[in-house]
């Protein structure tokens, strides 16, 4: 069964830090690129960042650039996003994607993606 699996969220202070993580079961990642997005209350999913499968191209979301790293270690099969200094507007539910091929960029959309985890809830409150 192929499936991906999210973590590492949970409530932080504003100025904080969290890491999550990603790792699939059932299939490698090393020909996927893999795609952070995130949901809010009330919003629709957005894209935060996303690696391609070789990890030479990035990209991160005007809103999270210079807070955010994306990594990923293909000999684990996992992938990471390390987010710093959040805010209260990082709230929602983070879910990683992974889309066959090896493009990254900022038009890579919920809807490219063939393969979704469940979400971790990051809560960035005081």
């Known amino acids: 069964q192929l499936q991906l699996v999210a973590s590492g969220g949970g409530l932080v202070q504003p100025g904080g830090s969290l890491r999550l993580s990603c790792v699939a079961s059932?299939?490698?990642?090393?020909?996927?690129?893999i795609g952070w997005f995130r949901q809010a209350p009330g919003k629709e999913r957005e894209g935060v960042s996303c690696?391609?499968?070789?990890?030479?191209?990035?990209y991160l979301a005007d809103s999270v650039q210079g807070r955010f790293t994306i990594s990923r270690d293909n000999a684990k099969n996992m992938a990471y996003l390390q987010m710093s200094n959040l805010k209260p507007e990082d709230t929602g539910v983070y879910y990683c994607?992974?889309?066959?091929?090896?493009?990254?960029?900022?038009?890579?959309?919920?809807?490219?993606?063939?393969?979704w985890g469940k979400g971790t809830l990051v809560s960035v409150s005081s």
């Open positions: 994607a992974a889309d066959r091929g090896n493009y990254c960029g900022p038009d890579l959309g919920p809807g490219d993606m063939g393969y």
């Open positions: 059932g299939f490698t990642l090393d020909y996927y690129a």
């Open positions: 690696i391609n499968s070789s990890g030479g191209a990035t």
